[in-house]
């Protein structure tokens, strides 16, 4: 009978002391998971933290709105309507123009002329 009294206390003991590993391995567990969590939240804070830095942070209606926009655009373009400020060549082009027509306004209200003298037209003024 003593015997069995002391296996019984024998298993209640290692039964506790497995209970009490498991509760331990389980404890370990969560505050791993609680600091794997915690490291995400802080990474994810410093990138958020960069692109404000460079000014790229965009909010979640942000990135919404800048998608559909850009929707509007290709289906704008697949329509086949020429979309300002995409052809810059083309802007360019107008610009050079625009600048070549100020310096002939220019020059026909008196401003600043290049005048080629020939030897013919010498001539016609010596004479």
């Known amino acids: 009978m003593k015997r069995q009294q002391e296996e019984k206390e024998r298993l209640r003991a290692a039964e506790k002391a497995r209970i009490e590993e498991e509760e331990r391995l389980d404890a ?3 505050k791993r998971r609680e600091e794997e969590k915690a490291r995400k939240k802080a990474k ?3 990138k958020i933290e960069q692109l404000k830095r460079e ?3 965009m909010t979640k209606a ?3 709105e800048k998608a559909r926009n ?3 655009l ?3 373009i697949a329509a086949g309507i020429k979309v300002g400020g995409l052809d810059e060549g083309e802007a360019e082009k107008e610009k050079e123009k625009e600048k070549e027509k100020k310096k002939a306004d220019l020059r026909k209200r008196g401003g600043k002329v290049k005048v080629s003298v020939t ?3 010498l001539e016609f003024l010596q004479c």
């Open 44 to 46: 994810e804070k410093e």
């Open 70 to 72: 850009e929707r509007k």
């Open 55 to 57: 000014g790229k942070y």
């Open 62 to 64: 942000q990135k919404e």
């Open 74 to 76: 290709q289906q704008m």
């Open 119 to 121: 030897a013919a037209t």
């Open 28 to 30: 370990e567990e969560l």
